[in-house]
C-alpha cells in the first residue's frame, strides 16, 4: 500500500517570521491547511499563511502574534496538515544525515557521544534553533525555538521555550491578598499537621500490645477494589472479620483533600491498627514512626517488576534519594515470583526477606474458570458488538511527566489502515487509555463500527478474557494477559528514548512476550501476517508466576495472620518515620 506523507524540507526565519517549506507525497493538498498543535492537543494554530503549488508548500508562522494576537506560547508543537485526515509533517531525512554537515573533530566526538539515535537527530537541529535575547544579549530572559524530534513521541516538533518570561503585574491589593494566603496555607498546614500527628501518637500510645484492628488505605483508589478488595474478601471467607477488626480509608487521587470525619480517623486508625494495607505510594505514611508490632503491608497495585520504580530509580528524574523515607517502613510486600524479589526490594528499600512471592490476589480471578464462563457471557451481553469478532485491546500507556502532562499521541495511530484490517479480518478495536491521559481519542465517525473507546472501565482485568490479541507497550498488563497464552504485540514506537528516561528491571527487547514493532507499517504488516512471536509467552508465564492455581490471595492471608511467628523489618521504628 502506498503511503501518504508531508515532508519538511527547509525551515528559515526573517526577523519573528518562521517559514517551513516541504511537500507532499500521494496526497491532495489544495483544500487542506495547515496548523502547529501541542502534543496534549490543548493548543492548535492555524498558520498565518500558506502557498501551495502542486504537491508543494510553505508556511508561514509569526510566532509574535501566533496565539491569537499572542506569542506562541512554550512547549513541543507538531506541524499537521489538517484535512478529513490528520498528516503529521516528517522531516527530510537530509537533516538528520551527518554527513552532509561539516563537522570539526570536537563537534564529531560530541556528536558521537550522545546516548540515543535522537540524541544525535537533535545535536544535528540545534544548526537550525532561533534564539530571541532580551535586548540581544540577555542570559536570563530569551525566547527559543528548536526543531527536535521528541523523545516522547520520536515524531519532528518544535520545541519552545521562553525563559525568564515576564508574569503580570499585580495590584498591591492582590499581592497582600497572595500574602495573605500563603501565610494562612503555612499555618493552616502546620496546625493540621500537629494535629495529625498528635492523634497519631496518642492512639499508638494506647495501643500497648497486637491486637485485631485491620486497616485498608490508599490515596489513590476510592472503594475496596484491585488487590485489597481480593485480601478483603478472602478474610471473609475464613472468617476473619468475627476475630478482627476491619477498617477502610480512601480517597480517589493523591491531590483531593479528606472529609471531615476521616481527618481525625485516619491518624487514630494508623495508630491503632495492627495491620495497615496500601497498594501504592502513600506518603503520609512514610512520616510516621510506627510501633515494631505494626504490620505495613505493600500489596503494590501491579503484577510483576517492569519500568522502574521507587529506589530503583535514585539519581534520576523522580526518583527519590538514599536518605528518603519514601517506602522503607513497609514490614511486608507481596509479590507474583521469586523473580520479583530482589526488584521490589530493591524498589522500596527493604530487606528481600520481607518481600513475599505468594502470588497478586487479583490475579486469582484469571484462573478461575467458572469466573470466566461467566464475565464472559456477562460482557458478550453488555458489549453486543464484540459478539463472533476477533477482539484486538489496545492498551498503552501514557506519555509525559505525570498526570498534569500525561497524553497519548493517538496520531501514532493510523485509523484507517486499522479499519481495514478490522474490515478484512472480522476485528474490532477497544482502546483503554491510561487514566492519566488527558487529550482525548477521537474516533472518526466512519470507523465506529471497528473501534470502541473503554477508557472509563476502572479494572481491565474482565476485558482481558474477550481479548484475542493484546497491542501494548510498557504497561504491566502484559503479565496478567500472559495467563490466556494469546498472542500479544508491542507498539514501541519511543523504545531508545523510553529505555534513557524510564529504563526496566530487565532488557526491554528480550524481555517481553511478544514481537516489538516500532512504526505503525510494522504493526499493521505483523497483524495481517500473524506474526506475533508467541512462543516467548509460556516461558514469561512461568518465569513470572509462581503459582498458577488462583489462590494466591489465600496464601497471602494465610501468611500475614496465621499464629507463626512474623518476622520484623529492623528499620521500622524510630529510624525511618
Not at 535586548?135 to 519552545?160: A, C, H, M, Q, W
Not at 500574602?179 to 495529625?196: D, E, G, L, Q, V
Not at 460482557?379 to 477482539?391: M, Q, R
Not at 500525561?406 to 478490522?422: G, L, N, Q, T, V
Amino acid at each position: 500500500m502506498v503511503s501518504s506523507k508531508i515532508v519538511i524540507d527547509e525551515i528559515y526565519w526573517e526577523r519573528v517570521q518562521l517559514f517551513i517549506s516541504g511537500h507532499a507525497e500521494n496526497l491532495d493538498i489544495s483544500q487542506s491547511y495547515f496548523v502547529l498543535r501541542n502534543l496534549v492537543e490543548t493548543k492548535m494554530l492555524t498558520a498565518n499563511e500558506v502557498r501551495v503549488r502542486g504537491n508543494e508548500f510553505l508556511c508561514r508562522f509569526d510566532v509574535a502574534i501566533l496565539d491569537n494576537g499572542y506569542y506562541l506560547p512554550s512547549g513541543q508543537y507538531l506541524l499537521v496538515n489538517k484535512q478529513e485526515l490528520d498528516y503529521i509533517a516528517q522531516i527530510n531525512p537530509k537533516f538528520l544525515d551527518s554527513h552532509l554537515y561539516e563537522l570539526t573533530d570536537e563537534e564529531w566526538e560530541k556528536y558521537e557521544a550522545k546516548e540515543t539515535k535522537n540524541g544525535r537527530n537533535n545535536y544535528l537541529l540545534d544548526r537550525y534553533t532561533e534564539v530571541f535575547r532580551q535586548g540581544g544579549n540577555s542570559k536570563k530572559r530569551k525566547y527559543t525555538v528548536k526543531p527536535r524530534i521528541s523523545e516522547e513521541v520520536n515524531e519532528f516538533v518544535l520545541d519552545v521555550k521562553f525563559d525568564g518570561v515576564n508574569k503580570p503585574r499585580k495590584s498591591v491589593f492582590s499581592k497582600r491578598i497572595k500574602s495573605i494566603k500563603k501565610k494562612y496555607n503555612k499555618i493552616s498546614f502546620k496546625i493540621r499537621n500537629f494535629f495529625f500527628h498528635s492523634i497519631f501518637k496518642t492512639a499508638r500510645l494506647l495501643h500497648r500490645k497486637k491486637g485485631n484492628t485491620v486497616l485498608f488505605t490508599s490515596d489513590s483508589r476510592e472503594s475496596m477494589s484491585g488487590n485489597f478488595e481480593f485480601v478483603y474478601n478472602e478474610m471473609l471467607r475464613q472468617g476473619l472479620d468475627k476475630e478482627y477488626k476491619i477498617h477502610q480509608i480512601f480517597k480517589p487521587n493523591i491531590t483531593e483533600r479528606r472529609g471531615l470525619i476521616d481527618k481525625f480517623r485516619f491518624p487514630y486508625l494508623l495508630g491503632k491498627s495492627d495491620y495497615i494495607f496500601v497498594d501504592d505510594f502513600h506518603p503520609l505514611i512514610y512520616k510516621l514512626n510506627f510501633k515494631s508490632m505494626q504490620e505495613i503491608i505493600q500489596v503494590w497495585h501491579a503484577v510483576g517488576a517492569f519500568k522502574t520504580v521507587g529506589f530503583s530509580r535514585a539519581g534520576k528524574r523522580g526518583g527519590p534519594l538514599f536518605d528518603s523515607k519514601n517506602h522503607r517502613n513497609y514490614t511486608k510486600a507481596y509479590v507474583s515470583s521469586e523473580t520479583d524479589v530482589p526488584f521490589y526490594a530493591e524498589a522500596f528499600g527493604i530487606k528481600e526477606e520481607y518481600v513475599k512471592p505468594t502470588g497478586v490476589p487479583r490475579t486469582d480471578i484469571l484462573f478461575d474458570k467458572e469466573y470466566e464462563k461467566n464475565v464472559v457471557a456477562q460482557l458478550k451481553a453488555e458489549l453486543p458488538f464484540i459478539n463472533g469478532k476477533k477482539v484486538i485491546l489496545f492498551a498503552p500507556t501514557f506519555r509525559g511527566n505525570g498526570h498534569r502532562t500525561a497524553h497519548y499521541p493517538f496520531f501514532k495511530i493510523d485509523f484507517e489502515r486499522f479499519a481495514r484490517y478490522c474490515e478484512a479480518n472480522n476485528a474490532i478495536v477497544l482502546f483503554k487509555m491510561h487514566p492519566f491521559v488527558k487529550n482525548e481519542l477521537n474516533i472518526p465517525k466512519k470507523y465506529e463500527n471497528c473501534f470502541f473507546d473503554i477508557s472509563s472501565a476502572r479494572e481491565v482485568n474482565d476485558i482481558l478474557f474477550i481479548t484475542d490479541i493484546l497491542i501494548s507497550d510498557y504497561s504491566s498488563l502484559i503479565y496478567e494477559f500472559a495467563v490466556f497464552q494469546r498472542p500479544m504485540l508491542f507498539y514501541a514506537f519511543d523504545l531508545e528514548d523510553y529505555i534513557t528516561s524510564r529504563d526496566f528491571y530487565e532488557p526491554y527487547e528480550t524481555f517481553v512476550p511478544g514481537k516489538i514493532v516500532e512504526t505503525f507499517d510494522e504493526l499493521i504488516t505483523a497483524l495481517y501476517q500473524e506474526d506475533f512471536e508467541q512462543e516467548k509467552v509460556p516461558k514469561f508465564l512461568n518465569k513470572h508466576f509462581k503459582y498458577q492455581d488462583g489462590k494466591s490471595s489465600e496464601r497471602l492471608v494465610d501468611n500475614l495472620f496465621s499464629d507463626q511467628p512474623q518476622e520484623k523489618n529492623e528499620q521500622v521504628g524510630e529510624t525511618y518515620g
